[in-house]
């Protein structure tokens, strides 16, 4: 068992930037993933973006070049840097950490963010 808490969300206008925080009760392993998905009202949630526990990275292409995914070993801590934020951002963000590539991991309760002039 695993267990995340998101933070970082809020009230943003269009072209601003936010910094959600994802803390996970455990260590990350090489064949660990930490990822950031979203979910609109009346949308299934889709993959933002993702981290190994070997530092790679993968992101949507819809947020490439805008959002920057990293983490903090030290501190059991995932971070989405949001640049350049559009109203089509505006979704419930969710942390969530897998074992590895098969596992459905665990989920954090997620972190509304709104960007809206």
């Known amino acids: 068992q695993v267990q995340l808490v998101e933070s970082g969300g809020g ?8 910094r959600l925080s994802c803390v996970y009760s455990r260590s990350m392993f090489n064949n660990n993933i930490v990822g950031w998905y979203r979910q609109a009202p009346g949308k299934q949630r889709e993959l933002v973006a993702r981290i190994t526990g070997g530092g790679d990275t993968d992101y949507a292409d819809f947020v490439k070049g805008r959002f920057t995914i ?45 960007v809206s002039s």
Do not use: H, I
Request: hydrophobic share 30%; net charge negative; glycine share 10%.
């Open 70 to 114: 990293s983490r903090d070993d030290a501190k059991n801590t995932a971070y989405l840097q949001m640049n350049s934020l559009k109203p089509e951002d505006t979704a419930v963000y969710y942390c969530n950490y897998a074992v590895n590539r098969f596992d459905s991991g665990f989920w954090g309760q997620g972190t509304q963010v709104t």
């Open 11 to 18: 009230l943003v206008q269009p072209g601003g930037s936010l």
